[in-house]
């Protein structure tokens, strides 16, 4: 009869500390990276939009240039060119900020009592 109370206690005890916790707050890990996400695709919409008025304005300049002039239309190129990389250079932010966002969402558990 020792045994076998003794064995429930156990069981009772070993149950309860393998246990989830019950907390319902938001993990801090979560929060930093929904924070992370929000940033990165802040940075990348800047770098797009900053791209394309870079290019608006080589594309402008190439326009309004006489193309015997060779310092407008290098200009001009230099100017579509560093547009473009500055553009491209946005797209790793958004593929980042989407990936962020995702761990974020599979960091959610639901939490369960010890019977």
Request: glycine fraction near 6%; include cysteine.
């Amino acid at each position: 009869m020792k045994k076998l109370i003794f064995f429930l206690l156990l069981l009772a005890v070993s149950a309860c500390s393998f246990s989830q916790p019950t907390t319902t707050s938001i993990s801090p890990v979560k929060i930093d990276y929904l924070k992370k996400s929000k940033h990165q695709k802040t940075i990348a919409w800047i770098l797009a939009g900053g791209g394309l008025a870079i290019r608006a304005t080589g594309y402008a300049i190439g326009v309004n240039v006489d193309f015997f002039d060779d310092s407008g239309v290098w200009g001009a190129i230099i100017l579509l060119s560093t547009g473009a990389a500055t553009m491209l250079a946005s797209i790793p932010f958004f593929i980042a900020s989407a990936k962020n966002k995702r761990r974020a969402m599979s960091l959610s558990f639901k939490n369960e009592k010890a019977p």
